[in-house]
């Protein structure tokens, strides 16, 4: 079994299928009790109750077992799981990347000032540093981030 390939729904450490559950129930009291139980029967309702019940913990157990793992981690414990490694959670940043700005059939100076917008579809971003386009000089490659912090700016 490759542990990389785990799925996050594979990880359990006990079994929370609602039927393997109520059929374990089932089973369990009618060998105690040696009835045989039938739908109707108002055992076999009070059963069922049960069975949602010990399947709803299971589940619960299954997930407090997967907030162990940095992998399946979530919210607070994904935090817990990097603080026992002291490898504290990144906060969101914004992508950055180059932009080429470039000019053709001009006379004098062109500036570029720091906080020069520039969109690409929805996404849009800032220079971060200033240029200037002249004659000498037609284009010029300037740092900008995305106004966003987060996966937006990295598609």
Do not use: W
């Amino acid at each position: 079994m490759n542990v990389s390939d785990l799925k996050r729904e594979e990880v359990k450490i006990v079994d929370d299928n609602p039927e393997t559950v109520l059929a374990e129930m089932i089973a369990d009291y009618e060998s105690r009790t040696g009835k045989t139980l039938q739908p109707a029967h108002i055992e076999r309702l009070l059963i069922n109750t049960f069975a949602y019940r010990e399947t709803l913990n299971r589940q619960q157990i299954n997930e407090a077992y997967r907030q162990q793992h940095v992998r399946f981690a979530t919210g607070l414990m994904l935090d817990l799981c990097g603080d026992d490694v002291n490898t504290p959670r990144l906060e969101a940043s914004a992508a950055r990347c180059t932009i080429r700005f470039q000019a053709t059939n001009f006379s004098g100076e062109v500036n570029i000032p720091i906080g020069t917008l520039v969109s690409v579809g929805d996404v849009v971003f800032s220079t971060i540093e200033q240029g200037q386009l002249n004659t000498n000089r037609t284009q010029q490659d300037l740092q900008a981030a995305c106004t966003q912090t987060g996966e937006r700016g990295n598609p």
